[in-house]
């Protein structure tokens, strides 16, 4: 059974950085096109960032863009994500997401997506 599992959120200060993490297991990660999302309080789950298996062509939403970097490293079965520069308005539960399906798809949809992680808090005060 594939698992997702986040790490690296917590409390930081506006325009302060945080790296997230998110570790699978119990399937081959190189397989898989990877995502993160963000759900802030009343809010839907939104993309934030996507990286393809094959070529590792990444996406991003405009207001992340230029700030966040995510990456992948699928000897550690690991994919991360960069945020610099942190606003208030980023403050949610950050997921990351796996796609096994191998058909063409923009990853910037939650129903692109087969597996899913618990979350992890970023909170970013003023």
């Known amino acids: 059974q594939v698992r997702l ?3 690296g959120g917590g409390l930081v200060q506006t325009g302060n950085s945080l790296r997230l993490s998110c570790i699978v297991s119990g399937g ?4 898989y096109a990877m ?6 309080p009343g809010k839907e789950r939104e993309f934030v960032a996507a990286i393809r298996r094959s ?13 966040f970097t995510i990456s992948r490293d699928n000897n550690k079965n690991a994919l991360y994500l960069q945020m610099d520069s942190l606003k208030v308005e980023d403050t949610a539960v950050y997921f990351c997401a796996a796609r096994e399906r191998t058909t063409t798809v923009t990853l910037r949809n939650r129903r692109d997506y087969d597996y899913w992680g618990q979350g992890t808090q970023v909170t970013v005060s003023s």
């Open 55 to 67: 070529d590792f062509r990444t996406s991003y939403r405009g207001s992340v863009e230029g700030r």
């Open 28 to 31: 081959t990660m190189r397989s």
């Open 35 to 40: 995502g993160w999302f963000r759900q802030a």
């Open 5 to 7: 599992v986040e790490s």
